[in-house]
């Protein structure tokens, strides 16, 4: 008889963990990475339809470290149980990739509006999904469950870059995906990013 993946064991409602402990499939560990899970996956879907093959490369790098992240998410502290790791070099990594691409003369204009090129706007939804992960583990923390070291640092770090790689393929496109024009005034990017930078 050939194993398969259907093996029943969810029917319930309950999922195992790392180390074999059973939760509820609500339990906010599994949330958490189950969100990972999901950015993964429009993460897959942006890089499956986007040309540029840098960012292409930098985004499949990045799904198997959330592959390493959603383990170390699965793991709940104990003696007996080791999270994978989520270095400060993956961090550090993503960082220096946002100081490159806002470098790039004219990249940072203004907020963007998702939509005007089908890539950029994949990696717009990959952001929004990355903010509900990151929100689920600083949920789970608050909670008194325990994450790896430099979780919460990398998806804040990867909401950046992402929203960095949707503006990086307009440009290269020179399309302008900008909120604000004549017709629709308000703060344009300096002030704007100033200030959001500052919540982060």
Same mark, same amino acid.
């Given at each position: 008889?050939?194993?398969? #993946?259907?093996?029943?064991?969810?029917?319930?409602?309950?999922?195992?963990?790392?180390?074999?402990? =059973?939760?509820?499939? %609500?339990?906010? =560990?599994?949330? &958490?990475?189950?969100?990972?899970?999901?950015?993964?996956?429009?993460? %897959?879907?942006?890089?499956? #339809?986007?040309?540029?093959?840098?960012?292409?490369?930098?985004?499949?790098?990045? /799904?198997?470290?959330?592959?390493?992240?959603? %383990?170390?998410? $699965?793991?709940?502290?104990?003696?007996?149980?080791? $999270?994978?790791?989520?270095?400060?070099?993956?961090?550090?990594?993503?960082?220096? /990739?946002?100081?490159? #691409?806002? &470098?790039?003369?004219? @990249?940072?204009?203004?907020?963007?509006?998702?939509?005007?090129?089908?890539?950029?706007?994949?990696?717009?939804? *990959?952001?929004?999904?990355? +903010?509900?992960?990151? !929100?689920? @583990?600083?949920?789970?923390?608050?909670?008194?469950?325990?994450? &790896?070291?430099?979780?919460?640092?990398?998806?804040?770090?990867?909401?950046?870059?992402?929203?960095?790689?949707? +503006?990086?393929?307009?440009?290269? *496109?020179?399309?302008?995906?900008?909120?604000?024009? @004549? /017709?629709?005034?308000?703060?344009?990017?300096?002030? &704007?990013?100033?200030? $959001? !930078?500052? +919540? /982060?």
């Amino acid at each position: 008889m050939t194993t398969s #993946i259907a093996t029943k064991h969810g029917d319930k409602g309950e999922t195992g963990l790392v180390g074999g402990v =059973r939760v509820s499939k %609500g339990n906010l =560990r599994v949330e &958490a990475y189950g969100n990972v899970d999901e950015l993964n996956s429009c993460m %897959g879907f942006a890089r499956s #339809i986007c040309l540029d093959e840098e960012i292409s490369a930098s985004t499949k790098q990045i /799904q198997r470290e959330l592959f390493q992240l959603g %383990g170390a998410l $699965a793991t709940p502290s104990s003696p007996a149980n080791k $999270a994978m790791p989520v270095t400060e070099e993956m961090v550090d990594s993503l960082t220096a /990739q946002v100081h490159r #691409i806002e &470098a790039i003369e004219g @990249v940072l204009s203004d907020w963007s509006l998702p939509g005007e090129h089908d890539a950029a706007a994949a990696y717009d939804v *990959a952001r929004t999904v990355c +903010r509900r992960a990151e !929100r689920s @583990v600083v949920r789970m923390i608050e909670a008194g469950e325990t994450a &790896a070291p430099n979780v919460i640092p990398y998806l804040n770090r990867l909401s950046d870059l992402l929203w960095l790689f949707g +503006r990086l393929l307009e440009f290269r *496109a020179g399309l302008n995906g900008a909120l604000r024009d @004549v /017709q629709h005034a308000g703060p344009r990017w300096s002030k &704007a990013w100033g200030d $959001a !930078r500052s +919540r /982060q």
